[in-house]
């Protein structure tokens, strides 16, 4: 297992340019929506009115909720509440919410399991974790670990669990992170260029930008953002004096750019590459997988929402390999000879209509979910 960052090697295919711009596909749908949903303390869209739909990629709800939950705890669904009385399956087990957030999978998940079961949950983030503590000392099923996903089974050896029986992920950013425009994710609030989940360690995007080379820079921009315009966009932003301000690098692609297109802001792209590359998101995705075939128990649940194509195809891939026994052609990798099954038939939900008229966001996520079989893991595989 690669802990590497995960560096641009080959252009990636444009055609999946499509799929980075589907949240924003009907702004108008999008109305009022700044507050959080404080029902679930569910991670929630802000006021509508505070929505514009250049940020709509960016902007996070509880997604999936119920479908994600359920199956995680491998459950067609989750038992209908009633007033005043919460209906609970009273599951035993260890779970793992891998990215905490502001904790809406993780409560409802908890509302689900027995009073012996284990929750642990994970973000890099220093303000979801403190969220994620003050959690922890009201439910003592909840254990807090404030690093990547990717250091899954590292982190869970240190609490001396070695499997666990339902995995579970939300990926990418929350609508606090973005909402917060001393964060950097946004192009609409002005900020440090920092764009880091994890705030207490790392390069923040301002020290990269301030040292990387253009060729580098246009090559992050395609590759972690599909962006065809990566190598003008990527002189323009080399020639900045400093970075300092998001909203002036947002300027700086906004002239850059040669072909804008509707309801869409020009830095769209190259924000989220930016972002994708300085927290090494594609490469955590794929160490978090990889940790999963080991650390799930038989009968174990694997459940991961996406939001854009990138990690969608990679998470599809991960799940085809694994439940066929199907490895890419490769001489120069040593094959195992039995190629073994370790997920049953892979399933995909998308949201429902309701969901993705009440949250537009929602209309980009896929949940992929499979079962681990009882094949044991072997060191040999090629993860
Ligand atoms: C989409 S939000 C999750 C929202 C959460 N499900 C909820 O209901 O509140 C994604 C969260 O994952 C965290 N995150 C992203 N990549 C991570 C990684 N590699 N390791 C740990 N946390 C990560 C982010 O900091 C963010 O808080």
């Keep these: 297992m690669s802990l590497s960052k ?22 108008s749908a999008v109305k009022d929506a700044s507050t959080q949903d404080v029902d679930l ?10 929505i514009t739909s250049d940020e709509l990629s960016f902007v996070h709800d509880a997604v999936l909720l119920q479908e994600t939950v359920a199956a995680v705890l491998g459950v067609k669904s989750l038992p209908k509440q009633t007033e005043g009385d919460q ?16 904790g809406g999978h993780s409560r409802l998940l908890l509302s689900q399991l027995a009073d012996d079961a284990t929750l642990i949950v994970f973000d890099k983030d220093p303000t979801a974790i403190s969220v994620a503590q003050e959690l922890a000392t009201k439910d ?4 807090v670990v404030h690093d990547s996903f990717a250091t899954l089974t590292d982190s869970l050896a240190a609490m001396g ?3 666990v029986d339902g995995l579970m992920a939300d990926l990418g950013i929350s609508s606090p ?19 880091r989940m994890d705030t207490s360690r790392g390069q923040s995007v301002a020290e990269w930008l301030e040292t990387v080379d253009d060729e580098t820079l246009a090559n992050v921009l395609y590759e972690f953002g599909e962006e065809r315009h990566s190598r003008r966009i990527a002189r323009a932003i080399k020639q900045m004096e400093s970075y300092e301000s998001t909203l002036e690098l947002a300027e700086v692609i906004k002239v850059a750019h040669p072909n804008w297109q509707r309801g869409k802001h020009p830095a769209t792209q190259s924000f989220q590459a930016m972002r994708i590359f300085i927290n090494n998101e594609l490469g955590d995705v794929d160490d978090f997988l990889a940790q999963s075939i080991p650390i ?13 194509s990138l990690e969608d195809r990679r998470i599809k891939q991960f799940l085809q390999r694994h439940s066929k026994g199907q490895y890419p052609e490769d ?39 499979a079962t681990r079989t009882d094949t044991a893991y072997e060191q040999t595989t090629q993860l």
């Design 6 to 27: 995960s560096k641009p090697k080959s252009k990636a295919s444009p055609s999946a340019a499509a799929d980075l711009s589907e949240s924003v596909s009907n702004p």
């Design 41 to 50: 303390d569910v991670t929630h869209a802000r006021h509508e009115g505070d």
């Design 87 to 102: 209906n609970s399956l009273n599951i035993s087990g260890i779970y793992v919410d891998a990215t905490f957030g502001r």
């Design 140 to 143: 003592s099923r909840v254990r």
């Design 161 to 163: 669990i070695t499997e």
């Design 177 to 195: 992170q973005i909402d917060d425009g001393s964060r950097g994710f946004s192009f609409m609030r002005d900020g440090a260029v920092d764009m």
């Design 296 to 308: 799930l128990k038989s009968g174990g649940q694997l459940a991961v929402i996406s939001f854009h």
């Design 331 to 369: 001489e120069n990798l040593p094959m195992p000879p039995n190629r073994p099954r370790y997920f049953s038939k892979p399933k995909r939900v998308g949201p429902s209509k309701a969901e993705t008229s009440q949250n537009p966001r929602a209309r980009s996520a896929w949940l992929r979910m």
